[in-house]
């Protein structure tokens, strides 16, 4: 519910914001032929215009980028240039960054660099084609959060 409720709390902001630059960006058109397309799905998935919103991980995610294991997804949003999701639930950063990097390494990812890491977390960039991942690992208390930005080259 709390997921379903931002969600949606995104959807509206995105539409005020829209309405706004709408009314300033050209006087001349009325509000609503600069109001993007808003779309709602009883799965959790909200779409402003090209970009989505959901509680699961967002349309197109590579089945070839690997996720942490053992954390619950959050949710995630996307554009046609990339898409984002975010885990976290109990652990370590150092555990996670383990798993990590070895199944990216599997999936035929290239490090591309990273800062931090160890036990309290760190950011690690792979690259594997056009595709870019940028991973994003951080103590939580007693758990731990993850973020995965996916940008696939595309403009």
Known sequence: DDMKFAVKSIAVAAVSLSAVVGMSACSSSTTTDNLPNVTASPEGTVKV?????TSGLPSGWPSDVPTPQGLTLKGGGGTPQGMSASWS??????A???????DFKN???TSKNSFG????????????????????????????AVNETVLTGAN
């Open 49 to 53: 215009g090209d970009t989505e919103v």
């Open 89 to 94: 639930g109990p652990g370590t950063a150092a």
């Open 96 to 102: 996670v960054q383990a798993q990590l990097d070895t």
């Open 107 to 109: 999936a035929g990812f």
């Open 117 to 144: 890491g160890g036990s309290v977390g760190g950011v690690t960039s792979w690259t594997k084609g056009a595709m870019t991942v940028q991973v994003v690992i951080a103590n939580d208390g007693a758990n731990v």
